[in-house]
């Protein structure tokens, strides 16, 4: 996986609550059989017209935002469907870190799959952020420190120690998990005694 | 949580499915079905192929294509690419020896209607799928919650998933429903109070005598929108007819396990003085039938009410999110609900595709038409469902009033497949999320019960069930 360590450039301005994952991807980019590739179908209804013509004055759309690799967007971000297609589509346009006062858990979970920092900060802060984004100031986000600083705001923000970890060194969590196959295995024989109808061959 | 101490539903199934702390801190938890699909999986199959890393539990995982699939005409796949989606799923199974119900399978379906219908879905298990409403199962007593493809993968390399505890929540519904009001109410009325936020972080068991109170059926269609609260899972306590639903299917303990699953089972539910992080009680008799008049499952309002006015909100931002969505929707402030007119109706779907809704559907609209200006389809959950509904002579009731009646899958709910609305359709939708461009790009959908829906396909306006006559 991706490492993340910091990142230094403009961020994006979305300030719409509840973007949801079918907002992110829509369906019929669900159909690939990969995991690339899907950048170009990023936010396809608010990017593109009926004809499949840029939307101009969608911020991604527009430049210095359409090489931003960081996203601040308003509450609940990535709330409805699992689908990791949605991190993937934010991947593959270049954005490794989005900002927002909370994000659903699946949406959450999938990011630090892909190495995309999601960080959590308070209304006021997003507020703050929004405008500094809006006016195109750089932001520096640390992961080490756990900072976001943008023109005169500096923001502490919290993140549990595993996926700061798995971040910073791009860990492979299968490969993890796998180093605990012998106590997988005392689960299974455990349970096949206590419990075996859930033993029984589909 | 400690492992003294009275213990609620959720903490008795975490605690059994425990396998350790990885070093990271994190808990490794044990899941006992996996259920796949086409669309979310084709990833993870490929991922385990360049690690060289075979599936842990071939016979704990079962997968069938649901969401990408034709409901007519269903022996070719039109779509190049939906097609090399389930033909990848049928390869990957077959290579990995895991069960597989192929399209031509009668027990083909929505991947959530089918665990149950099955007997697969038992309380007191964790279910995982590469879908957000996995939800569903937790209807059963299963701790059930939808995952990322890179999930997927984890799953089927370690049988395990890698979790921190959630918080628990509780809500309470109490009281005979009021008549017209069922199921797909409570649930939309709970994601109205909450918030498609709300339930972040938790999962929600719902208690009360108005949730125990209901069919197998009607407590699936709540635990499956508990994902519209924003929760990771819904849970309801397994109790006798929990037991008597699973009795007999084909996936069930036999009875040489019978007795043994049932005492397990029945002493599952949470401790009467277990600690909640978070409680709300609700009296039943507050809700009417709830419709959805916006873009997010929150937006629900009373079918007797009246479209919101941007100009009511509390906050700025909230202001901004209901013009977006009235623009999105064509529809202006103050409108009586009753008052919108209906282009398509949808019945179907995880929320309400299976034979109870069928019923329903077909006492509401046996020898009537369906309104002149709209079109109406039918998409059982399952072929199970299709079976038994064209045995009991619904699909015949269904199809005089003028519906379309369809092979199983998800269809128009996210309209994957060739069954989508036009920019402007607006659609009376029995599925369970209104968001933008979900049912086609441009199209408008408000969720209801089967029976408002049902009503409405007859009127062409949003009807209230009550009214019906």
């Known amino acids: 996986m991706d490492k993340f360590n910091s990142l230094k450039g403009i961020a994006a301005p979305l300030p719409i609550v509840n973007i949801d994952t079918d907002m992110i991807i829509p369906k019929q980019f669900l159909k690939t059989i990969k995991r690339t590739g899907l950048g170009v179908s990023l936010f396809y209804e608010m990017r593109y017209d009926n004809d499949g013509n840029l939307i101009k004055d969608f911020v991604l759309n527009t430049s210095p935002f359409d090489q931003s690799k960081i996203l601040v967007a308003g509450d609940n971000f990535g709330c409805g469907s699992s689908r990791e297609h949605a991190p993937w589509s934010l991947k593959d346009f270049g954005i490794k870190c989005v900002i927002s006062t909370s994000f659903a858990d699946i949406f959450y979970n999938n990011c630090f799959q892909n190495g995309i920092l999601p960080i959590v900060v308070s209304p006021d802060q997003l507020d703050q952020l929004m405008m500094a984004a809006t006016n195109q100031i750089e932001f520096n986000i640390d992961l080490p420190e756990q900072t976001v600083k943008a023109g005169n705001h500096s923001i502490n923000f919290e993140i549990e120690e595993y996926r700061k970890d798995r971040l910073l060194q791009g860990l492979d969590d299968i490969g993890i998990t796998l180093g605990y196959q012998d106590k997988i295995s005392a689960y299974e024989e455990d349970k096949k005694n206590k419990k075996p109808w859930l033993f029984k061959d589909n | ?469």
Request: some cysteine; proline content about 5%.
């Open chain 2, 1 to 469: 949580m400690s492992n003294q101490g009275p213990k609620t539903l959720f903490d008795k199934i975490w605690s059994e499915h425990l396998v350790g702390q990885r070093e990271d801190g994190t808990s490794l938890l044990y899941i006992d079905r996996h259920l796949v699909h086409e669309v979310t999986s084709p990833q993870a199959f490929e991922g385990l192929k360049i690690s060289n890393r075979p599936v842990h539990r071939p016979e704990a995982t079962i997968a069938v294509a649901d969401h990408n699939v034709p409901t007519i005409n269903r022996q070719n796949i039109e779509d190049p690419q939906s097609k090399i989606q389930v033909e990848t799923l049928a390869k990957n199974t077959k290579e990995h020896g895991i069960q597989y119900f192929d399209l031509m399978d009668q027990r083909q379906g929505i991947v959530h209607i089918i665990g149950p219908e099955q007997g697969i879905t038992q309380p007191g298990m964790t279910i995982v799928c590469g879908d957000s409403h996995t939800s569903t199962h937790g209807a059963f007593g299963a701790l059930a919650f939808g995952i990322g493809t890179s999930e997927v993968e984890h799953v089927l390399a370690t049988q395990t998933i890698v979790q921190n505890p959630a918080k628990n929540m509780r809500i309470s519904v109490n009281g005979d429903l009021p008549f017209g009001v069922n199921s797909k109410d409570l649930i939309l009325y709970i994601i109205g109070k909450i918030g498609t936020a709300g339930g972040t972080g938790h999962v929600i068991e719902y208690a009360g005598s108005s949730i125990m109170g209901l069919s197998m059926e009607g407590r699936m269609t709540i635990c499956n929108m508990s994902i519209e609260a924003g929760a990771r899972a819904g849970l309801i306590s397994p109790d006798q007819t929990t037991f008597n639903y699973i009795k007999g299917r084909p996936y069930a303990p036999g009875a040489d396990h019978w007795d043994q699953a049932v005492e397990y089972w029945s002493s599952l539910p949470s401790d009467n003085d277990a600690n909640y992080d978070h409680e709300i009680i609700i009296d039943s008799s507050e809700i009417d039938p709830m419709v959805t008049w916006g873009t997010s499952p929150e937006d629900v309002v009373s079918v007797k009410g009246l479209v919101p006015n941007p100009s009511s909100a509390q906050t700025e931002n909230k202001k901004k999110s209901i013009e977006r969505s009235l623009e999105y929707m064509g529809l202006k402030p103050g409108t009586k609900i009753t008052d919108i007119k209906l282009d398509k109706i949808f019945i179907g779907s995880c929320t309400n595709g299976r034979i109870e809704d069928l019923r329903k559907v077909a006492s509401i609209v046996k020898d009537k038409k369906i309104a002149s200006h709209v079109q109406a389809m039918i998409v059982p959950g399952s072929g199970l469902v299709k079976k038994q509904a064209e045995e009991e002579g619904i699909d015949i009731i269904l199809k005089d009033a003028g519906f379309e009646w369809r092979e199983a899958g998800c269809s128009m709910c996210l309209g994957m497949n060739p069954d989508q609305l036009k920019p402007g359709e607006r659609c009376a939708s029995t599925s369970n999320r209104n968001f933008e461009g979900r049912q086609g790009r441009g199209g408008r959908t408000h969720l209801m019960s089967p029976e408002l829906a049902a009503a409405s396909a007859i009127t062409g306006n949003i009807s209230d069930i009550r009214d019906f006559t």
